[in-house]
């Protein structure tokens, strides 16, 4: 485990459960913050590295499940593990179904929240990545013109030049023009390329 590019986000409202797991976490590695309530968590600024959130289901005020629901709201993906002392299943099966990694009864061993917290931590990075992808192949899609973004559905659609030059009423050559700025602007080297990139922007 290794705290360079992650942190656990700790959310309960009993001081010595705080010190506990952040102890537990630092003892291999990993960066850690606590709060004592889903308020101050909320008010806090959220860290920019891969993140999850260890979460105990009863809180004062805002309840663990309530913060879950309202960060789901706000569309932050940030995966939770809910640890509890009064865990029953419909709880749990709740907290499921909203999109929690993980749910421990207390007492629960360190291990078990140790990997949970791996397993969290690599969902979160992967699904960093692939948001960040997503955001660079879209900004290099808005550097495309009106006709470069026509001709580009064409390619990608699978018609050949002069099949596109027809349906656009512009010659072939022009064609292999927008293709070749297309092709630079996308930053790809094969059409095969500018479809699979092409598809995540759905």
Known sequence: ????????LVVDDDPSIREALSSLMRSVGLRVQTFGSAQQFLLAPRPN?????????????????????????????MPIIFITGHGDIPMSVRAMKAGAAEFLPKPFRDQDLLDAIQDALE?????RSARSQLADVRARYNTLTLREREVLSRVIGGRLNKQTA??????EITVKVHRRHIM???????????????????
């Open 166 to 171: 027809d349906e656009l009423g512009i010659t």
């Open 49 to 77: 590295m891969a993140a999850c959130l260890v979460l105990d289901v009863r809180l004062p005020g805002l309840s663990g499940l309530e913060l879950q629901r309202e960060l789901s709201k706000t569309g932050e993906a």
């Open 1 to 8: 485990m290794t705290a360079d590019d992650s942190v656990v």
């Open 184 to 202: 630079q602007k996308m930053a790809v080297k094969s059409v095969a390329e500018l479809v699979r990139i092409s598809e995540k922007l759905g």
């Open 123 to 127: 969902r979160d990075r992967a699904s």
